[in-house]
């Protein structure tokens, strides 16, 4: 009789702690965008406004990564 496959704990709690970072930025990035194009009056703007890009990829990164990290533990051979 086949052994059932379990679910590898260490990786999924890696996975949602990918999540939440990825949750968390993708509150942080529109925020500074919504900020920085309220007041386009100095440079520092342009500085917020592509680091909240930046975030924003980041935000997209980090989902990606943590699903693929979730299905990983549940259905990797290994």
Known sequence: MPKPKNTNKIIL???????GGSLICMFLGPTLIYISQ?????????????????IC?????????GIHTILDSMFKKG
Do not use: E, H, Q, R
């Open 57 to 65: 990829c980041f935000a997209i990164y980090l989902a990606f990564k």
């Open 38 to 54: 309220t007041k386009l009056n100095s440079p520092i703007d342009t500085v917020v406004l592509v680091l909240s890009i930046v």
């Open 13 to 19: 709690i890696t996975g949602l702690k990918l999540m």
